[in-house]
């Protein structure tokens, strides 16, 4: 690792006021990727500024519109013992990574990052969710804009996110053997107003909706409406894990056994 | 160069550090406890995994100032200060559960933190446990077979010794 | 048998306490005041002429002690290969020089170029990235044939090509070989590929060199096997020190499996620089740096063909295999793909005729040598996906093909130069359909396909060549070192002892199995036995630990001195109970003369050895201490019978275990619970290779496996509890204590059974897929259903 500074604030304020400051800084949420591309020497901030002092973006908690609402800070084995009134959210929390990532990484770091083979992304943009920040308000749609790019800005924070709780859910991750990241994971969400789909994984430009699902299971949430369903492989991440072909293949199976989970 | 304060074992420990001191470097190197290995540098082996604040950790991820004023537990506090061995070592020892010795660390201590959440897992959870621990040596059967029997589980059913 | 267990008990290992607690010695835990830290900047391009290497800017960084370059190794010699292949027209293989730091070229991503040392590791990073470069990248050559065609670069301009070696064996069977062929009755072909696998020990290599200017003496802290072959090969053929001025250390070692056989740069480099510095040097392999400098395993690319008659009686046998050897010959790789290899391609078949062929080709990688198997799971994975593929074609049971062929009558000399002293194949595969529950199967799988999977059984036989080897033979066959093993036994005052092995111990428990062995042959309690090893300064010159030889070699020379302190025990018995020595009997501790009721214990005998008031002086010397060098006259032949079941998601392509079981015959058991254990592991890592694990290049010689991320280590979930069982036995007939030794086995046997067994399942499937090359990821198994 270069050397740098580490500040360890335990109020959102200066946690702020530090990554706004003229020293370059970079937000540490739980660190389980940030950490080791530092030590690949990828990444050379100047200060590190630690948010896991910051108790006031942790936890989870019911808002008044039935939204599940999850701080920002809140690490993934929290999630899943919590989350109890979102079970696929859970159910996806409990999944991530390793219990000892689990009890570090956050879901604030998970989205930050949009790795393009994360779990996280996938249930914020099936659920519709909002990302809170320092700043603003940031509806799911609009958060990511493609592998490890989100809107986020320099020194902005995510607080907490607000999930909205569907009538039905699920994810199902098909894992990379190696990293057991999602090779192709799937969020269905159904709600009164329609079905929503997220993919991660598989596409070059981070996780996406597919919209042919989508309105598929919107008229008919069955696996079976979506059996013919398919994704062309132009734009699919190709490895040697899994050719683009493989991806697109996978995330019509994926997406029918979130389905049917999902019940 | 600031200081970390943090309780290792029971102890209260303290040392210099810089911001990116990585906190199996400070037990290792500050505090001689070399009991918490580096296995890799992609934090997937497992083989640093500690307690903070009661949660199995990678301390290979997780800066030493992170642990500021935190209970930290090592290895080296598991068995009594007599040298008895806590019946999750008992338990790898009785059943072969290591063979090299160097992921065994980081197995116990992820072990430990399995049976303080589920007391009695089934064979598939302690499986699913360990996706984060990696072993080369054993192929796993007489880690599973070791943890089950630590949390009271008959395993003489099991296949061969 | 001794209270704490002689041979046969499952005694439970006393290295684990240390390990267990945390408080195990691993070379990275070793300190030493004033130690200095080493980095090396490596080449991250695969095939490069270095024009300079520019430290000055380096040089003035903070905490920067020194640099080094190629320039100082330069007149130093290079590591040495410890094997000369002959190939098949006669002609020794092409040797290529190896620096220790790059010298003109750079050959893979890895290779070293210079060397910081620093005050701390990171500011000899930081030193590190501010050298300045010139390196002129050349095309790199990553396939093997494509190295071979004409005007491909070569990896090393002095040679004459990028072939190493162009082996045949047995040369003189080659004609008769190619007639059976043609009047075979049926013939099959495979082609596959054994892919290349990083070991990856859990611990990754460390070295630390120490120097004493006031003694002249060196010292070597390292993860190795094999301390004395390390301070041989290093002390005689690089640095020119003498080994009474060289000692190497390997404390507590966390795996090998073979990684750790080779002497490497490394190691060569930490214990120059020490001197030259007179500082301490450390350096601790990082995982992402392991994988582009542990020499890697496997990587071979064969045409197998057998011939069978009308009766399907197996008639010859013929395999065309590429060798992969890396950009350098790391220590032991010409002797894998060819004598560790071609000499078991029989199995364990009466095949009367085979030819193997192995192209051994230099490619801009990293060096490829030994890993657990070391060419024998080569030749077994070929031999037995071959058969596996003649009964299908055949329509004829896979089982009773082979049983058909089993050799049954030993000791049998193979086509292919070794002779198997004994074994019972049939036995262990009886064992196997009992143990593997064959008769459940049908009824297993109609439960898979209910759940919309597809279930197949693979099974396997092996056999393999252990307990090396015959140093008279090994040396006609190139070996540039004898492959003996040895023993002293010191024997205390008060009747506790010392054995002090040149085996090594990184995982397989030598402090137990082989104070089992010394306290049943005495019948005293196995706590009255320490194991010394791994260091050079306290152990007799010994080759250490690798290819299931530590029970085999190091055990019998272990035999054979305390044989040899027993026998000076009852001379002194004989003198303190005025007997005949002839009528001496050594039982539970006890010497006692035969038809009396006179004895004198152990302990009474040890103290008249050290406390010599009344004793034979005139006839023995004082003491009580001796050392034996034990040769084998033949390798072991340890064999078995592997099954494995798995289920396939034929949407996916997943393949899960299901179930593993493994029949061997290991000859007589030390302890049978390190022996389960050591199946075990070998599973795994044969389960690894068989679905997970791949070291993948692109055609630029960028490794694209080059972490955990990408190198799928198996893990807990990936694998089941297996079934092992040992129980068939037929000794080895040349050693003293009638072992085979089991450290392999495991890797050897599993792979083929895993992959027969998906193949079983496709088939099943009405899949037409008759091959599928490792790793049998999802994707792979997905395309290959896709025709």
């Not at chain 1, 699902?213 to 899994?242: N, Q, T, V, W, Y």
């Not at chain 2, 309780?7 to 001689?32: H, M, Q, W």
């Not at chain 3, 396939?648 to 254990?677: H, K, L, Q, W, Y």
């Not at chain 3, 046997?749 to 990821?777: C, E, F, R, W, Y």
Request: charged share 20%; aromatic share 6%.
């Amino acid at each position: 690792m270069y050397a740098f500074d580490i500040e360890r604030p335990t109020r959102l304020t200066d946690a702020v006021k530090l990554l706004s400051d003229a020293t370059d800084s970079q937000p540490l949420g739980g660190g389980q990727t940030l950490i080791p591309a530092l030590k690949a020497r990828l990444a050379a901030p100047e200060r590190l500024v630690c948010l896991s002092g910051v108790d006031e973006i942790k936890g989870i908690c019911t808002a008044d519109d039935g939204a599940l609402c999850i701080g920002g800070g809140t690490c993934h084995a929290d999630v899943a013992a919590g989350a109890g009134a979102y079970p696929a959210l859970a159910s996806l929390a409990a999944n991530i990574g390793d219990p000892a990532v689990r009890n570090r990484g956050t879901i604030g770091g998970s989205l930050a990052n949009n790795d393009p083979s994360a779990c996280y992304p996938a249930a914020l943009l099936a659920s519709g969710a909002t990302v809170v920040t320092t700043n603003r308000k940031i509806a799911a749609d609009d958060f990511f804009e493609g592998m490890f790019t989100t809107s986020l800005e320099d020194g902005e924070i995510i607080t907490e996110v607000r999930f909205p709780v569907p009538e039905k859910a699920n994810y199902q991750k098909f894992e990379q053997p190696a990293s057991r990241f999602a090779l192709v994971g799937v969020f269905v969400a159904k709600y009164a107003d329609g079905v929503r789909v997220a993919v991660t994984g598989a596409s070059e430009d981070g996780v996406f909706r597919w919209s042919e699902a989508e309105a598929a299971l919107s008229s008919d949430f069955s696996a079976g409406a979506i059996e013919g369903l398919s994704l062309p492989g132009d734009g699919m991440i190709s490895d040697m894990h899994g050719s683009a072909d493989y991806r697109a293949h996978l995330v019509g199976v994926v997406t029918r056994r979130a389905v049917t989970a999902a019940g | 160069m600031p200081e970390v304060k943090m309780t290792v074992n029971g102890k209260p420990a303290s040392g210099l550090i810089e911001g990116r001191t990585l906190l199996v470097d400070f037990l290792r190197e500050k505090l001689g406890l070399t009991g918490t290995h580096v296995g890799c540098d992609t934090s997937q082996c497992g083989a640093c995994v500690v307690h903070v604040g009661g949660r199995a950790v990678k301390a290979c991820t997780m800066f030493a100032a992170e642990a500021e004023g935190m209970e930290v537990k090592t290895i080296e506090g598991m068995a009594e200060p007599d040298g008895t061995l806590h019946p999750i070592q008992a338990a790898f020892q009785n059943h072969h559960g290591l063979q090299c010795g160097f992921c065994t660390p980081g197995m116990v201590m992820s072990a430990a933190a399995l049976l303080k959440d589920n007391p009695t897992p089934t064979e598939a959870e302690v499986r699913d446990y360990l996706e984060g621990n990696l072993c080369r040596c054993t192929g796993y059967h007489n880690i599973v077979k070791a943890i089950l029997a630590a949390s009271g589980q008959d395993v003489s059913k099991i296949a061969a010794e | 048998m001794p209270k704490d267990g002689g041979i046969g008990a499952s005694t439970k290992r006393r290295e684990d306490v240390r390990f267990l607690t945390g408080t195990g010695n691993y070379t990275d835990d070793i300190n030493l005041r004033g130690q200095a830290y080493v980095h090396f900047l490596r080449s991250d391009v695969a095939h490069g002429r270095l024009n300079t290497v520019d430290t000055s800017a380096a040089e003035g960084m903070p905490g920067v002690i020194r640099i080094f370059t190629g320039k100082d190794f330069e007149g130093i010699g290079g590591l040495p290969c410890g094997w000369q292949v002959t190939d098949r027209h006669g002609e020794v293989m092409q040797e290529p020089g190896h620096p220790v730091l790059a010298q003109g070229k750079v050959r893979h991503v890895g290779d070293p170029i210079a060397a910081v040392v620093a005050e701390t590791r990171e500011q000899a990073r930081d030193a590190a990235e501010a050298i300045e470069l010139d390196i002129e990248e050349l095309p790199a050559v990553v396939d093997m044939k494509a190295a071979l065609e004409d005007g491909a670069p070569k990896v090393h301009d002095d040679l004459t090509s990028n072939l190493c070696y162009d082996w045949g064996f047995v040369e003189e069977n080659k004609a008769a070989v190619d007639e059976a062929f043609k009047s075979a009755a049926h013939v099959t072909t495979l082609e596959l590929v054994n892919n290349r696998l990083v070991a990856n020990p859990m611990e990754p290599r460390v070295a630390v060199g120490d120097y004493n200017r006031s003694t002249g003496d060196h010292t070597l802290y390292t993860t190795s096997q094999n301390p004395h072959v390390i301070r041989l090969l290093m002390g005689a053929f690089v640095l020119g020190i003498p080994e009474h001025k060289l000692r190497v250390v390997a404390p507590d070692v966390g795996g090998g499996f073979g990684s750790k056989i080779f002497h490497y740069a490394e190691e060569a480099f930490c214990t120059f620089a020490a001197k030259a510095l007179n500082r301490p040097v450390k350096w601790t392999c990082s995982r992402s740096e392991a994988f582009i400098t542990d020499a890697h395993g496997r990587d071979h690319v064969t045409k197998i063909e057998l011939a069978l008659d009308a009766e399907n009686n197996f008639t010859a046998l013929r395999t065309d295999t590429y060798a992969n050897m890396g950009a350098y010959l790391s220590t032991f790789a010409p002797s894998v793909p060819t004598w560790l290899h071609g000499t078991l391609m029989a199995g364990n078949y009466k095949t009367p005729l085979i030819y193997v062929n192995v192209k051994a080709v230099f490619t801009n990688t990293v060096p490829v040598d030994a890993y657990r198997g070391a060419g024998r799971p080569e030749a077994t994975y070929q031999l037995e996906r071959v058969i596996d593929k003649a009964a299908r074609e055949l329509g004829v049971d896979p089982i009773a093909l082979r049983r058909q062929n089993f050799i049954t009558e030993f000791p049998y000399a193979t086509p292919v130069a070794v002779e198997y002293d004994t074994g019972d194949y049939h036995a262990t595969m009886d064992k196997l359909e009992e143990i593997g529950d064959f008769k459940g199967f049908a009824a297993r799988r109609k439960e898979s396909e209910a759940k919309g999977r597809l279930r197949g059984l693979g099974i396997n036989c092996y056999i393999e060549a252990c307990g090396i080897a015959p140093s008279n033979l090994v040396g006609q066959l190139g070996a540039r070192a004898g492959l003996y093993e040895s023993a002293t036994v010191r024997v205390n005052a008060t009747g506790g002892l010392v054995v002090m092995t040149g085996s090594h111990s990184h995982g397989q428990g030598h402090e137990t199995s082989f104070a089992q062995v010394v306290a049943e042959m005495i019948g005293i309690d196995a706590d009255q036995v320490e194991i010394v090893h791994g260091d050079t300064a306290n152990t007799p010159m010994g080759m250490g630990t690798y290819g299931s030889r530590s029970i085999a070699v190091g055990g019998s020379a272990m035999v054979r001195a305390t044989e040899k302190i027993i026998n000076k025990a009852k001379k002194i018995a004989a003198h303190l109970m005025e007997a005949s020595e002839a009528d001496i009997e050594l039982k539970d501790g006890q010497f006692s003369v035969a038809g009396t009721d006179k004895s004198v214990a152990w302990g009474d005998v040890t103290l008249a050895a050290y406390v010599p008031h009344n004793y034979p002086l005139e006839d023995i010397e004082p003491g009580l201490e001796e050392t034996a060098f034990y040769d084998p006259s033949n390798f072991t032949y340890p064999s078995g019978a592997y099954a494995c079941e798995v289920e396939v998601d034929p949407e996916t392509g997943r393949v899960t275990i299901e179930r593993f079981a493994a029949a061997d015959d290991f000859g007589n058991i030390i302890n049978p619970m390190i022996v389960s254990g050591q199946v075990h592991g070998g599973i795994g890592q044969g389960i690894g290779q068989a679905l997970l694990e791949a070291c993948v290049y692109d055609e630029n010689g960028q490794l694209q496996s080059g972490s955990y991320m990408d190198y799928a280590m198996p893990r807990a979930d990936d694998v089941p509890f297996y079934e092992v069982d040992h129980s068939c036995q037929t000794p080895c007939t040349h050693n003293p204590l009638g072992v085979k030794g089991c450290g392999e086995a495991g890797a050897i046997g599993s792979p083929p059974s895993v992959v027969n067994a998906v193949i079983d399942a496709l088939q099943s499937g009405g899949k037409n897929v008759t091959h599928i090359d490792m790793p049998l990821s999802p994707s792979r198994v997905w395309q290959a259903m896709q025709g």
